[in-house]
């Protein structure tokens, strides 16, 4: 871009920044906001809900405990983990929230079904969130790394790697969570059997789309200015950039957090309050309707989830009772019962909301969805060791060091750190067999690690270039250009693992007809589906038909029980790792999304019959659930 034309762009950003912020402003002082103070009693709800999410000593949600990951690098994770005993070499689901969330944002997920008593359930809280560390920087390099270290992590802890009949790894995410699942899916696919992402666009698409719009506008501008009378020109052109500026006016908060940092502050101590307010109220338009007086309980909750743990929560480790089991193993990992305390980065953000704030903002000021991300040794060679078709054994390379996952409830002997995911053999039921296709949806989980191709950067991280080049030598071709080459084959952004993208038709960030044009592109090289919701918003993972289609997904790909069918029609069970078969007619009502996708591009598919399987079958009967691609 022309130095001037860098310039001019930067001003118009910072322009539009300005004026999202005293939007923001004067919509407080309307509001009330601005001055407005907190009462006793909603202070005292804020600290019972802070108390009941981020207590250490007790647990989070019934059958479900606290505990920590520590990278390498010194990066302290805290994550929620199922505390029941697994048995054998479980299925691993791995749950990651977006903004301004953290792992509560999964609560419905994980209480409001029967969840799979063979699988392991871990909701994160990413850097700068919740319980978790803070980053100096939040670029791709740091966040990539630190999740990816988590996630090797986790399944160091409960994934028999050399095991034909392993369990499972599924990813679901939301919001900047999918941002950076979908970056991993992409660029290191290796690391988990199915991803689900939710409501976020993959960015390299959508802005492929909005460059493609702009141009095509520019030629009918430059046409109509050739021949002034074609007034149709223009009208099409106006047309043509529509989602676009539709877009701008939804993401105008983005540009208000992209403002300097001292505006920033200054921004989050007038209106953040104000801003998580709407926040949190928009996201509860789509939640059953609950009495009055659980309002302010709610909100209570909702801010709880946002800010994270406060400094009552933050003074001390909790009791040897909630602590890691004495008999792990010595290690460099946290294992003693003050481990089991939040980073000193945490208590300095719940001491200061303006801190927190700037944390989590950063997410969209250092380029994490966008920048490119060079791969250190370690992920390098973690990764290939994972890959099915590298001659590298599992057992040889190891992921970062972690704490262990909390003890179970069940009266087991447990080992490696007394976790719930890792247990001996003595009293454990029977580990059920699936297939490497993985359960229901092995038409579109055919690969069983992921893609062989990803866009890995380069990164040594002080070691030598012959162990670099020794690492190529043992990957098979295809794996050395997923894991070091900067590009694959296909277009920048392309999921290259088996991906389900599930979006709401009412989400109030995006527009979907720049995000989901030509999807089917980037979602069908190893199999995949994008599934709209009619009548879901941005937080459809909290959202009852979100939250039934999230739970069909996971249980077909780990291969577990769960009823399919709605509102008692078509019901039906996805059976442990066997093939579905649909009841009723997948999709019930009109196509209500063509006005939100008008194209998805090839591979889109049509209506099929009713004794169709795949992803239609899945999720037959639920009102509203539209399979617009199937690969």
């Not at 973690?382 to 590298?392: E, G, Q």
Request: hydrophobic share 40%.
């Amino acid at each position: 871009m022309d130095s001037r034309l860098e310039h001019v762009f930067n001003a118009l950003v910072f322009g539009y920044g300005v004026l999202a912020a005293l939007y923001w402003l004067w919509f407080a002082l309307v509001d009330g906001s601005l001055l407005r103070r907190r009462t006793k009693e909603a202070e005292k709800e804020l600290a019972a809900a802070r108390r009941r999410f981020w207590d250490l000593s007790a647990s989070p949600l019934p059958n479900f405990e606290h505990a920590f990951f520590t990278t390498d690098a010194g990066v302290k994770l805290h994550y929620v983990v199922s505390s029941w005993n697994p048995g054998n070499n479980p299925n691993l689901v791995i749950l990651v929230h977006g903004f301004p969330d953290s792992w509560v944002l999964w609560r419905e997920f994980l209480t409001r079904q029967k969840l799979d008593n063979e699988t392991v359930y871990v909701a994160l809280d990413l850097p700068g969130f919740g319980g978790s560390d803070s980053l100096p920087v939040y670029d791709a390099d740091n966040v990539l790394e630190t999740v990816t270290a988590f996630v090797l992590g986790m399944r160091e802890r409960c994934i028999q790697e050399e095991d034909d009949d392993r369990g499972q790894v599924v990813i679901v995410s939301h919001d900047w969570g999918a941002a950076v699942a979908s970056r991993l899916a992409s660029e290191a696919p290796q690391l988990a059997d199915h991803w689900i992402l939710t409501s976020a666009p993959i960015t390299p698409l959508a802005m492929n789309n909005m460059s493609t719009r702009l141009a095509s506008a520019q030629r009918m501008i430059h046409t109509w200015m050739q021949e002034p009378l074609r007034l149709t020109l223009l009208r099409n052109a106006f047309r043509t950039v529509e989602p676009i500026l539709s877009q701008l006016r939804k993401s105008s908060y983005i540009f208000a957090f992209r403002l300097p940092v001292p505006l920033i502050r200054i921004v989050s101590r007038l209106t953040g309050t104000t801003y998580l307010g709407v926040v949190h109220t928009v996201a509860a338009q789509g939640l059953a309707q609950s009495a009055p007086s659980q309002k302010s309980t709610y909100t209570a909750e909702a801010l709880a989830s946002s800010l994270g743990p406060g400094p009552e929560q933050c003074v001390a480790p909790p009791t040897a009772s909630s602590s890691s089991s004495s008999d792990t193993k010595t290690t460099s990992v946290d294992t003693s019962a003050s481990s089991l305390a939040y980073a000193p980065s945490v208590a300095a953000r719940a001491r200061s909301p303006t801190l927190a704030w700037l944390n989590q903002t950063a997410y969209y000021r250092d380029g994490v969805g966008v920048h490119r991300w060079t791969k250190s040794l370690q992920t390098i060679l973690s990764l290939s060791a994972l890959d099915p078709t590298s001659s590298v054994s599992p057992q040889t390379s190891h992921s970062p060091s972690s704490s262990f996952l909390p003890r179970a409830v069940s009266p087991v002997d447990v080992t490696n750190g007394g976790g719930g995911a890792s247990v001996s053999s003595a009293g454990s039921t029977p580990r059920r067999r699936r297939s490497s296709a993985g359960g229901a949806l092995g038409a579109l989980s055919s690969s069983k690690n992921g893609g062989s191709h990803n866009n890995g950067g380069h990164g040594h991280n002080g070691h030598s270039h012959a162990a670099l080049e020794a690492a190529r030598r043992r990957s098979s071709l295809s794996v050395g250009a997923s894991l070091f080459d900067s590009a694959g084959d296909g277009p920048r952004g392309l999921l290259r693992a088996p991906t389900t993208v599930v979006v709401g038709a009412g989400d109030v960030a995006f527009d979907w007809r720049l995000a989901l044009e030509g999807i089917a592109e980037y979602v069908g090289r190893k199999g995949g589906a994008v599934v709209v919701i009619e009548r879901a918003g941005h937080w459809l993972v909290r959202e009852d038909v979100g939250v039934k289609v999230l739970a069909r997904v996971v249980a077909g790909v780990v291969g577990a029980d769960e009823e399919i069918g709605g509102d008692g029609e078509g019901e039906g069970v996805v059976e442990k790792g066997a093939a579905l078969e649909q009841r009723k007619d997948s999709v019930n009502g009109e196509d209500a999304t063509a006005a939100v996708m008008p194209a998805a591009g090839k591979g889109a598919v049509a209506e099929k019959g009713p004794d169709e399987g795949g992803m239609k079958g899945l999720l037959a009967g639920l009102p509203g659930v539209k399979v617009v691609v199937e690969r």
